[in-house]
């Protein structure tokens, strides 16, 4: 209080030094040492002195008791790192007295026994040539808690923060959308107690609720809501979908909301229903987050933060899936088109194909008319006749069949393939169109090759695609050296499949050119072939290179990843 | 002389093609010699009685055209009908004037078949007829002695015994005894058989007037 007192000004220090001199010397200190609320202690190899603070913060029942105890009857045998108390208390002593003060942290005990954390300050008093240890205790429990408080937010936080980045690191690499869901869910159901947690998707029409994730809701309540319709008094979700705006229903059993779906919530045994609605970025409907709790309640505002972070994760989630979807459709249509444009370079030898059996058909059948309007019909002959009628109908109908397969829109399928096998069809839907083009087709298959992982349809018209060039590129070549290889291996653990041609070959540093789309060396070609085969091959997990033919001409590979029977 | 059957030679790589071809043949009561490929019907010896050829125009190796071709080289082109999965005209008209029989796509009537293929015997009969001819033609020729060869060549020029016995430096009698020789060994009827069989064997009368 020695400043609170304004006088005159502090012009002569050497007036102000005495003043002071006799205000210490009047008994202040005392008053300091006794009225300070942190425990101040004398030590002088036993305490020799405390204040009132230091018997009320150690529980004893006088200065008396306090000042008969030994340092040890205040702390626990050993402190928090581990070091025994009345060796790290000659440590802490040793360091004030060297440097004149110390500070550190302490675990003391009270008379009863309770042990709690101290803030400790040794400052060493020269006395009579001694020194006399000036100890001061301040009670740092609250502090300690409150640090404690911080850091378990804090891991909690960290915590949630890494589950929110693994979840959108399984949308990046490409988990299904309910695993991506699922996960969400758990990671948000984790954050608060009795707390479950559902995603809803609504269908893209925007009229009727999808199940989207719920691993912990019961199932009977998960197949009722799948395929609901949404609507201005449809529970929680299907309002929230309808409304576009969050519905929070405290208790399911008298909400107006849940009117028809009151019996249901009864049986799966859930009480409130808070229910948000999930926007694409042009703020579009996706679906609805959902917090669900067993007894009525209401939120209490810590359900925001999760809210948020569920609903935006899910939206990007089924946004990606939805785009994935759209290109995947726009990818099989372009996929489509190509084919369609390779089936009607292939038409002549089509047409070839088909009218070789409609030939022999349509001969064979004349002929039998003609001998069965003869008296004597020989009808071991006429049977023999339509017995190859029939056999060349069916081998037409194969070879349209295999052509429809072809032209036909089909949603890709991933299924084992026999990469050899598909090789061996493509082969012999060209085999007529290299007669025409005078095209020699050698077929080096390793019947022994591991399955890959493709859509049938989509991997023969990779190889029909890189057939065709190959029989284009030698149109130029001599007749007696155009010679197309088809080449399957097994190589590094991928399946291996190589198309080599006898053409004019491609410059090394202009063949990754041949893959942009549009880029076509043909008079009546789209240019889309080889991108479109290089993205189908990569959609399964492989890649598609062209190089030098060391024979002169071009070879054009894919390899794909083997599946091992295992992963079947 | 009894001429040996006539044949149709079918060379197609369609297995079913051939025996449909064999069948509608065999309505006519003719005989077929099938081939897979063009090699094989080359490696085969040549037919030795009157035969037409039907040729598919597509087959993996030589193609039909290609055979055409080769044909046309040897001493007695068969005649040929071509059939085709699909053809196009420029193919059509090649085959056309290389003097094909005919030309057709799959399906085709039985009917117009199996009249190219009567035209192709028949033109092939006739061709072998007039092959044999040439050959016995020139069998009587090589019999005659080189005076007989020269008054034969004044003869079919037209020239009159005496002329010819001014040009070869004799008498016109001993003309007449060559003249009486030719026509014997050439069994001809007539001076204007004669100049038939001269025509054919493409005699033109060496030493200029």
Known sequence: ?568 | MTEKPPVVIVVDDDDSFRNFLSRLVSTIGLKTVPFASAEAFLAAPPPDGPACLVLDVQMPGLSGLDLQRELAQTSRPLPIVFTTGHGDIPMTVEAMKAGAVGFFSKPFRNQDMIDAIKEGIARDRETRKQFEELVEIQSRYDSLTSREREVFALVTEGALNKQIAHQLGTSERTIKAHRAQVVQKMKADSVAELVRMADRLKIRHQKSA
């Not at chain 1, 039998?368 to 049977?383: G, P, Y």
């Open chain 1, 1 to 568: 209080m020695i400043g609170a007192n304004p006088q005159q000004s502090p012009n002569d220090v050497t007036q102000l030094r005495e003043r002071a001199t006799h205000v210490w010397s009047e008994g202040a200190l005392r008053c300091v040492f006794e009225r300070s609320p942190d425990a101040i202690l004398l030590h002088d190899g036993v305490f020799i002195d405390c204040n009132q603070a230091a018997v009320d913060m150690l529980g004893a029942v006088g200065k008396d008791e306090l000042l008969s105890l030994s340092p040890s009857d205040l702390s626990p045998p050993f402190q928090p790192d581990g070091t025994s108390s009345p060796a790290k208390a000659e440590q802490m002593i040793a360091l004030a007295l060297e440097r004149g003060s110390h500070r550190f942290e302490w675990l003391a005990k009270r008379r009863n026994g309770s042990e709690f954390p101290v803030e400790v300050l040794l400052t060493a008093i020269p006395f009579q040539q001694r020194q006399i240890l000036y100890v001061v205790w301040r009670d740092i429990t609250r502090r300690k808690e409150a640090e404690r408080e911080l850091s378990k937010t804090r891991e909690t936080r960290d915590a949630f923060r890494a589950g929110g980045g693994r979840v959108l690191e399984m949308i990046a690499q490409g988990a299904t959308l309910s695993d991506v869901l699922a996960s969400l869910v758990t990671l948000i159901e984790a954050q608060s107690e009795g707390l479950i947690c559902s995603v809803l998707q609504l269908s893209e029409d925007g009229k009727y609720i999808r199940h989207g994730a719920a691993p912990n809701l019961p199932e009977i309540y998960i197949q009722a809501v799948n395929g609901a319709p949404i609507g201005p008094k449809n529970g929680s979700c299907g309002t929230a979908m309808y409304r576009g705006e969050p519905v929070i229903v405290t208790d399911m059993l008298v909400d107006p909301l849940w009117e028809d779906y009151r019996e249901l919530a009864k049986l799966s045994g859930l009480r409130a229903c808070w229910s948000t609605p999930i926007f694409t970025g042009q703020g579009k409907v996706l679906g609805s987050f959902a917090m669900y709790y067993r007894e009525p309640q209401a939120p209490t505002g810590s359900e925001a933060q999760l809210t948020e972070v569920a609903t935006r994760i899910a939206g990007i989630a089924i946004e990606h899936e939805r785009a994935q979807n759209e290109l995947q459709r726009t990818r099989s249509d372009l996929a489509h088109v190509a084919r369609v444009t390779t089936m009607g370079e292939l038409a002549a030898s089509i047409a070839h194909e088909v009218n070789q059996p409609l030939g022999a058909i349509v001969g064979n059948a004349d002929i039998c008319r003609s001998w069965l309007q003869e008296e004597d019909v020989d009808l071991k002959l006429v049977a023999e006749a339509l017995e190859d009628i029939s056999s060349d109908g069916h081998r037409a109908s194969q070879i349209i069949a295999r052509i429809r397969s072809l032209v036909k829109k089909h949603v890709p399928e991933k299924s084992l393939l026999n990469v050899s096998d598909v090789a061996r069809e493509v082969i012999n839907l060209v085999g007529h169109e290299a007669q025409r083009k005078q095209v020699t087709i050698h077929s080096q298959l390793d019947e022994s090759v591991p399955a890959v992982e493709a859509d049938r349809v989509q991997l023969q018209q990779v190889l029909l695609n890189l057939a065709m060039n190959g029989m284009e590129a030698m149109q130029e070549t001599d007749a007696n050296q155009r010679e197309l290889t088809v080449r399957t291996a097994m190589s590094d653990g991928n399946v291996l499949a190589a198309v080599s041609d006898r053409g004019p070959g491609i410059e090394p540093a202009k063949a990754e050119q041949l893959f942009k789309p549009f880029h076509t060396t043909k008079a009546n070609g789209l240019g889309m072939g080889l991108a479109i085969s290089r993205s189908i091959i990569e959609s399964f997990g492989g890649k598609l290179w062209a190089e030098p033919n060391a024979d002169g001409g071009a070879i054009f590979s894919f390899s794909l990843p083997a599946r091992t029977q295992e992963t079947q």
